[in-house]
C-alpha cells in the first residue's frame, strides 16, 4: 500500500491560550494517517506551552523565544519541521475530522499546484463567509485584495454558490496548504512583511514562477478571526498600507509598478481623508505612516526582471474601489466576468 503523504499541521501561536483551548480539540480530531501537529510559539507569556506540555503530549513544541511576528514566526518554526506538506493553520480554526484529504487530493493531481486552501466560513456565524479567505481570493489590477463570498467589508452568505474548485489568486493564511518544496523554493515568507498580506506576496511569488494556487470547495472551515490583531487596530491599519506597497513593488514589472504605486498614493490619500471624517484620527495617521516607511525602504528591494505574462490566473484587471463604492457591485457575482484573467 502507498504510503500517504507526510502532512504538518503547524500552529503559530503567541498568547493564545484561550485559541488553544477552545479550537485544538478540533485539530486533534483530524483524520489523516501521516500527520504531525506542531506548535510553534513566539514567546508566550502566558501559559500557552504549560497548557499543552500538560493536555497534549503529543504536540510537538517549538520554542522561538520572541516574537518575531506571523512572518519570522513561521519561518524559524517550519525550518525545523520535515514533510511533504505544511497546513499553516492559526490558532482561532475550528475543523472537522475530514478536512485535510479533500484539499491534499486536489494538491496531488497537478505538480503545478503549489499551495491550496479550504472553504474558509465565520465560527461565529456559521452560515456565512469569514473575511480572511472567504472561498479563495482575487487581486485587482491596483492590489487590492478581495475574495469569492467578501469584497472589503461586505461578506456574502454561504448559499453554495462556491461550490467549484478552481484556480485563485491567493490563499489564506489562516489554513493555507502548501508543498514544502514550493515553501523551500519561495524561501517562505518575506520577513518584512511581520503580519497581513504575507500569504498574498508568497503566492504571487509562486506564480511569478508558474506555479498554481487552488481554491478547494470539498472542505471547510471555521475561523474566529482578529485574534491577534482585531479590526480597529492602527498597527495592523498600518501594516494592510505598508505591506500593500511592497506587495506591489515586488511583484509587479517595474514600469507598471511605478504606475500602480503611484495611483495607489492619490487611492490612499483618500483613505486618510475617509478616516478622518470618521474620526479614526490614528488610522489616518497609521496609513501616513505606511507610506512614510515604503518610501524611507523602497529601495532595498532590488528590481528583479518579472515576466508580464506570468501566470495572472485570479487578478482583476478592473478598479475595484470604482466597482464597490460608484458601481455599487458588493458581491464577486457582479463583478464583470471578462475582467478576470485565465
Known amino acids: 500500500m502507498e504510503q500517504l503523504p507526510k502532512v504538518a499541521i503547524v500552529i503559530l501561536n503567541w498568547n493564545g491560550l484561550k485559541y488553544l483551548q477552545e479550537f485544538l480539540p478540533s485539530v486533534m480530531s483530524s483524520q489523516w494517517d501521516n500527520l504531525d501537529v506542531i506548535v510553534g510559539?513566539?514567546?508566550?507569556?502566558?501559559?500557552?506551552?504549560?497548557?499543552?506540555?500538560?493536555?497534549?503530549?503529543?504536540?510537538?513544541i517549538i520554542l522561538n523565544g520572541e516574537n518575531y511576528g506571523f512572518?519570522?514566526?513561521?519561518?524559524?518554526?517550519?525550518?525545523?519541521?520535515?514533510?511533504?506538506?505544511?497546513?499553516?493553520?492559526?490558532?482561532?480554526?475550528?475543523?472537522?475530522?475530514?478536512?485535510?484529504?479533500?484539499v491534499i487530493d486536489l494538491m496531488?493531481?497537478?505538480?503545478?499546484?503549489?499551495?491550496?486552501?479550504?472553504?474558509?466560513?465565520?465560527?461565529?456565524?456559521?452560515?456565512?463567509?469569514?473575511?480572511?479567505?472567504?472561498?479563495?481570493g482575487f487581486i485587482d489590477s491596483f492590489g487590492y485584495p478581495f475574495c469569492r463570498g467578501r469584497i472589503f467589508y461586505q461578506i456574502e452568505e454561504d448559499r453554495g454558490q462556491y461550490e467549484q474548485s478552481d484556480e485563485v489568486f491567493w490563499a489564506s493564511g489562516a489554513a493555507m496548504f502548501i508543498k514544502k518544496k514550493c515553501w523551500d523554493e519561495a524561501h517562505g515568507f518575506d520577513d518584512r512583511f511581520f503580519a497581513h498580506m504575507e500569504e498574498i506576496d508568497l503566492c504571487w511569488r509562486l506564480k511569478n514562477k508558474g506555479y498554481k494556487v487552488m481554491y478547494c470547495a470539498q472542505s471547510e472551515v471555521f475561523h474566529l478571526g482578529g485574534g491577534t490583531l482585531n479590526?480597529?487596530?492602527?498597527?495592523?491599519?498600518?501594516?494592510?498600507?505598508?505591506?500593500?506597497?511592497?506587495?506591489?513593488?515586488?511583484?509587479?514589472?517595474?514600469?507598471?509598478?511605478?504606475?500602480?504605486?503611484?495611483?495607489?498614493?492619490?487611492?490612499?490619500?483618500?483613505?486618510i481623508f475617509r478616516f478622518l471624517t470618521e474620526g479614526k484620527r490614528k488610522d489616518a495617521w497609521a496609513v501616513s505612516l505606511a507610506h512614510q516607511n515604503f518610501v524611507r525602504h523602497m529601495f532595498k528591494t532590488g528590481h528583479r526582471d518579472i515576466d508580464p505574462k506570468h501566470n495572472q490566473n485570479g487578478m482583476y484587471r478592473g478598479c475595484l474601489v470604482w466597482d464597490f463604492f460608484v458601481k455599487k457591485k458588493h458581491t464577486f457575482s457582479q463583478l464583470d466576468k471578462g475582467k478576470f484573467y485565465k
Not at 513593488?249 to 487611492?267: D, E, G, H, S
Open 41 to 60: 510559539d513566539n514567546g508566550s507569556t502566558d501559559a500557552s506551552v504549560e497548557y499543552i506540555s500538560q493536555n497534549y503530549p503529543g504536540i510537538r
Open 71 to 102: 512572518t519570522g514566526g513561521y519561518n524559524k518554526v517550519l525550518a525545523q519541521v520535515d514533510a511533504d506538506y505544511y497546513i499553516l493553520l492559526n490558532s482561532d480554526v475550528q475543523v472537522y475530522p475530514g478536512w485535510i484529504k479533500p
Open 231 to 271: 479590526t480597529e487596530n492602527p498597527f495592523k491599519t498600518y501594516l494592510n498600507f505598508r505591506n500593500n506597497l511592497l506587495l506591489l513593488q515586488k511583484n509587479l514589472p517595474f514600469w507598471r509598478a511605478l504606475v500602480v504605486i503611484t495611483a495607489r498614493y492619490f487611492m490612499d490619500l483618500l483613505a
Open 108 to 136: 496531488e493531481s497537478d505538480p503545478l499546484i503549489a499551495v491550496a486552501a479550504p472553504k474558509i466560513k465565520s465560527y461565529q456565524q456559521k452560515d456565512h463567509f469569514e473575511h480572511a479567505g472567504a472561498a479563495g
